[in-house]
């Protein structure tokens, strides 16, 4: 039957809560309403007693349900995130309509089923096809899914989902492959996730389908996720279960693993799901990121599907900040763990990583609680330096490897350059001089410089684990080092008195004769010790600084101002410094 609706959802739902708050007051006010009436007997000079009451009670109660019906199935139906009205020809007049259309459904489809049981043939099977049919036009009406999922149960429901990929997708042992996924759509399973999609996401689905979630097949739960959008509490369900099944618990654990890129696929197209699952799902969020789970599934695919999910649940602006950061924080720690394989390992590299593109692509916006982190470990004095909570409870070492991984692809090794070099230009630390007479400047300054330091040491630290040729090394080496220095040319004022071309060519300069003293002790051309080195390229640094201040008519530092100067150059990078040249030289 049928009719056409217009809903404005957002409307609708405010009056839902109006007649709410209405059927409260008069849910208080009748017991009283009540009692006064009888004490009072015929002298009562009211009308109707609390019969109107009652009925306005009533028609409250009862428009609420159709409305909430007629939300939720004009939400299905028109997949937008415009406001105002949305309109829809509903399949069915009223709820009740529908819940009697389900049972009749659902009893079709059990007797098709039970058939196909007694003769496992095509044709009996392509009957099953035509009852399952009927949920075409139907199946995103909540109460018609929930009724006909309700009257099928669990087990035949399941029993739908492993009757067609035994006839349909044989090949596919451990998901379905993205062939067979689309097949599965155009057919019953499709129709099948769809209804379960607008059933579960309404709540009207009872606990023994939760509970399915804990015994159901890996294959047809991913294949659940993956054909219809689910809602994110049934998504991350399905994968904390999935994600702590036994490694080998499938009946053919060497296969290529389709259900791991289903469920990443899925995530694609629910980042805060995502986001929540790597905030608050730690130990499973490290399967998914785990080095040795990604080389392998069997599916090169796999790495770039998660790759994309990655950047929608980390990417700036997504979701809510805090669970952002939480989630940020699961990724460092199982990447940077002391015993990743990200890093080192019989698995070999990721040097062609596109998760650790897109990682190196997101990262900016923290790089500032890294920096702080490792700042606060260099200063142990300065507390201020130190990251707010739940940043200070990561281990700078962690945040080294982690970084390390990552540049272990060379094009994100280039995008982390990139990052850090404009962290140092945001902290802008040219605002404050460190030898102002204001102490409160001074301490400005030295926040400021501490935090640009520590970020050159972690990414001199992490530079230890990748696995670049010795001119690559020296390169960016001499690129990490060069991190402060290229920000106190912006500190002293020599942009004012140099054109960009000239600045760039000292900085291009500078950046060339650190390059030459890391490749001569690479290549064993000087007798100088890691130490040695370490100590020339920061007198390096502060020989060029004060050669620009000298050049540009600026007033020359005093002996005991480079003193100051190179000892807090010393102090913020010389450790991580002297041992990358040292794991690297030998």
């Keep these: 039957m049928g009719e056409f609706v217009g809903v404005d959802p957002l409307g609708a739902e405010k009056l839902i809560r109006q007649m709410e708050a209405g ?13 006064a009436i009888a004490e009072a007997g015929e002298d009562w000079a009211g009308r109707g007693g609390v019969t109107p009451m009652h009925r306005t009670w009533a028609f409250f109660h009862e428009s609420q349900q159709d409305l909430k019906w007629r939300v939720g199935t004009i939400k299905r139906m028109v997949a937008t995130q415009q406001k105002g009205m949305l309109t829809g020809t509903f399949p069915f007049s009223s709820e009740t309509e529908a819940m009697q259309a389900a049972r009749k ?8 089923l039970k058939h196909h049981d007694q003769y496992l043939s095509g044709q009996s099977w392509s009957e099953v096809e035509k009852a399952l049919a009927a949920l075409k036009g139907r199946a995103d009406d909540p109460a018609y899914a929930a009724a006909l999922l309700t009257a099928l149960g669990t087990q035949t429901f399941q029993k739908l989902f492993r009757d067609w990929m ?20 155009d057919a019953s399973p499709g129709l099948l996730a769809k209804a379960f999609a607008s059933a579960e996401g309404s709540g009207r689905l009872g606990n023994d389908w939760r509970k399915m979630v804990e015994t159901a097949p890996s294959d047809i739960l991913t294949a659940l996720v993956r054909l219809a959008p689910q809602s994110g509490t049934f998504l991350n369900q399905v994968a904390t279960n999935l994600l702590n099944r036994p490694p080998n618990s499938d009946a053919y654990p060497t296969d290529p693993n389709w259900n791991l890129y289903n469920l990443a696929k899925a995530y694609q197209a629910n980042p805060e799901a995502f ?3 790597l905030a608050e799902h730690q130990k499973e969020a490290g399967v998914l990121l785990d080095a040795y789970t990604i ?9 770039e599907a998660l790759a994309k999910a990655l950047h929608g649940a980390l990417k700036p602006g997504s979701g809510a900040d805090d669970v952002r950061g939480r989630a940020w924080l699961t990724v460092i720690n199982s990447i940077g763990s002391e015993n990743t394989f990200w890093v080192g390992g019989g698995i070999g590299t990721f ?6 593109r897109v990682l190196a692509q997101d990262i900016e916006p923290i790089l500032d ?9 260099n200063s142990p004095k300065m ?11 990561l281990d700078p070492t962690v945040s080294a490897r982690f970084l390390g991984a990552l540049m272990q692809d060379p094009a994100a090794a280039d995008t982390l350059m990139k990052a850090g070099t404009e962290y140092t230009k945001e902290l802008d630390m040219g605002r404050f001089h460190p030898f102002d007479p204001s102490n409160y400047k001074q301490e400005a300054h030295i926040n400021l410089a501490e935090r640009t330091g520590a970020l050159s040491n972690l990414l001199l630290a992490g530079s230890t684990y990748a696995e670049w040729s010795d001119d690559e090394y020296a390169d960016r080496l001499a690129g990490f080092v060069l991190m402060p220095v290229d920000y106190f040319d912006e500190h002293f004022p020599i942009s004012s008195k140099i054109v960009s071309t000239g600045k760039a060519k000292g900085l291009d300069e500078v950046k060339d004769a650190l390059k030459g003293m890391i490749t001569d002790y690479l290549d064993k051309k000087t007798p100088n010790t890691a130490e040695k080195v370490a100590d020339k390229l920061i007198d390096e640094q502060i020989s060029w600084l004060d050669g620009s201040l000298r050049a540009h008519g600026l007033a020359p530092m005093t002996t005991s101002q480079m003193g100051f100067m190179r000892d807090a150059m010393e102090g913020r990078m010389q450790d991580a410094l002297l041992d990358a040249l040292k794991r690297r030289g030998g």
């Design 166 to 185: 035994n006839t349909q997708a044989k090949g596919d042992r451990r998901g379905l492959a993205p062939d067979a996924l689309k097949r599965a759509g």
């Design 351 to 356: 040097a062609n990583s596109p998760i650790s």
């Design 23 to 35: 059927k409260d007051v008069l849910g208080r006010a009748r017991p009283g309403l009540e009692a």
């Design 369 to 377: 609680n890294l920096a702080r982190g490792q700042a606060e470990r």
């Design 275 to 277: 986001q929540r699952l």
């Design 383 to 393: 507390p201020y330096l130190g990251p707010s909570p739940p940043w200070d409870k």
């Design 295 to 303: 080389t392998t599934t069997g599916v090169p695919a796999y790495e």
């Design 105 to 112: 459904d659902a009893a079709a489809i059990a007797d098709a």
